[in-house]
Structure formats: C-alpha cells, structure tokens
C-alpha cells in the first residue's frame, strides 16, 4: 500500500514563502504523475500544479509565476514552490498521484479530472493580509 504525507504547511504572511514536501513510501518513479491540488472551506477543490515522470509540468493560472512543482525521485518526495503567498491561498494542500502512463503530459485541469488512486491527508497553508 502506498501512502502520501504532505508536510510544510503552516501559517504566513502575505508576500511570504513556503515550500510543501509530499513524500511518497514508493519510489516516485513508479507514478506516471503527481499534482497537488487546494481545498478552502465552503469552495470546490481546485487543481495547482501537475509533473509527469518526463519532468513535464503544468501550472494553474491562478498560481503562474508564484508556485513551482519539482519531484526527487531519489528522495520518493513531490514539493510545492509558493513565493508571494496571499491570503486566498489560504487552503488545504493535497498531493495525489496517478500510476496510469496516460496522464503523461496533462494538464492540471485534466489531472483533476482523472482517477487519482493516491491521496494524501492534506496540509494546511494559511496567509494572513
């Protein structure tokens, strides 16, 4: 069985900075993909970031130009670049995986759309204004 932790999550201030880890106890190699996705309270979750085995990545419009996804396969571990941090940011944090190779080369919108098999329980960011 395979698990996901997120970790990194916690409480900032606007134009602040965090880096979210999710680490895999498999290697990474063996998921085609990995994305995180965001949940507020009272609102739809909401795809951020996707990288594929290829290192192909795609990035939300809503974050472009603030947040980064990388993966160490060496380390099993997906993370999160969040730079310029603001208060909508405010969400739970998800990592997910997919062990399809179909989903090499997707974008975040269609990743949220497939069947994901792995989730992790979630970190919470908080940005305060």
């Known amino acids: 069985q395979v698990q996901l932790v997120e970790s990194g999550g916690t409480s900032v201030q606007a134009g602040g900075s965090l880096r979210l880890s999710c680490a895999a106890s498999?290697?990474?190699?063996?998921?085609?993909?990995m994305g995180w996705f965001r949940q507020a309270p009272g609102k739809e979750r909401e795809g951020v970031a996707v990288?594929?085995?290829?290192?192909?990545?795609n990035v939300a419009d809503s974050v472009k130009g603030r947040f980064t996804i990388s993966q160490d396969n060496a380390k099993n571990t997906l993370y999160l670049q969040m730079n310029n941090l603001q208060p909508e940011d405010t969400s739970m944090y998800y990592c997910?995986?997919?062990?399809?190779?179909?989903?090499?080369?997707?974008?975040?919108?269609?990743?949220?759309?497939?069947?994901?098999?792995?989730w992790g329980l979630g970190t919470q960011v908080t940005v305060s204004s």
């Open positions: 498999r290697s990474t190699f063996k998921f085609y993909c």
């Open positions: 990288i594929d085995s290829d290192g192909s990545a």
């Open positions: 997910a995986a997919d062990v399809s190779p179909l989903c090499r080369g997707t974008t975040i919108q269609d990743f949220g759309r497939r069947f994901l098999p792995y």
